[in-house]
């Protein structure tokens, strides 16, 4: 397992942290996000060898929130 915190723009509340953690946890390969709403970021655990960080960063963006590489 591999662990990755993604820069998140945009998340300011209960609702932005519900919404980033479902998508992501809803990837296959994804097996924790915990979102850090004062800090901005997203800590995720992962198998790179089933999810890759571009498809973690579209499933957050599909939120509609911006990550920063």
Do not use: P
């Not at 662990?3 to 809803?26: R, Y």
């Not at 924790?32 to 960063?57: I, R």
Request: net charge negative; with cysteine.
């Amino acid at each position: 397992m591999m662990e990755k915190t993604l820069n998140v723009q945009g998340m300011s509340c209960g609702h932005c942290k519900m919404a980033v953690e479902g998508a992501l946890k809803n990837l296959d390969g994804v097996s924790a996000a915990e979102v850090d709403l004062e800090a901005g970021k997203v800590d995720v655990t992962y198998d790179d060898a089933k999810v890759s960080f571009e498809a973690m960063k579209e499933a957050v963006e599909e939120q509609g929130y911006d990550v920063e590489a």
